[in-house]
């Protein structure tokens, strides 16, 4: 049976630069974006909303128009998929310390350095490699 989880890719843009948040994942000690199972009732998005915020005490401002990042590996011999949506994101870390040990922003060109995951270093890469081709022009010209 496969396992779906949900999760935000938290994006700021700071002097000039783009930001990845990463968690530090108490359960495996590993570097990842935040991400959750789906309560009954929810869709994705507010899966990934709800975990965001329980996990980081940051909230969401705007979705990014970019695809879907995907992720796919195993977990016990079962089959996992973990579905992202790249947003901008505001406020102060508040962490939730049953599951996240500490959380840190890096430069997003640098991000699948940080990652422990093949999984999670590719997908940051695909991410990067996006928000140059959408957002540099106009991210360059914004600041």
Known sequence: MMIRCYGI???????????VLLVLHQNGNHW?????HAMQGEIPRQTAVREFMEETGMSVTEFLDFPEFEEHYHVKHEPK????????VEGDV?????????????????AFAHATFPATQHLLK?????VSEKLGAKARGSH
């Open 9 to 19: 890719i938290p994006l700021r843009y700071e002097h000039t630069k783009w930001f």
């Open 126 to 130: 695909e991410l990067s490699a996006t």
């Open 94 to 110: 508040a962490l939730q310390h049953e599951e996240i040990a500490a959380v840190k922003w890096v430069p997003l060109s640098e």
């Open 81 to 88: 998929q973990v579905i992202y949506y790249a947003a901008l």
């Open 32 to 36: 990842a974006l935040p991400k959750g």
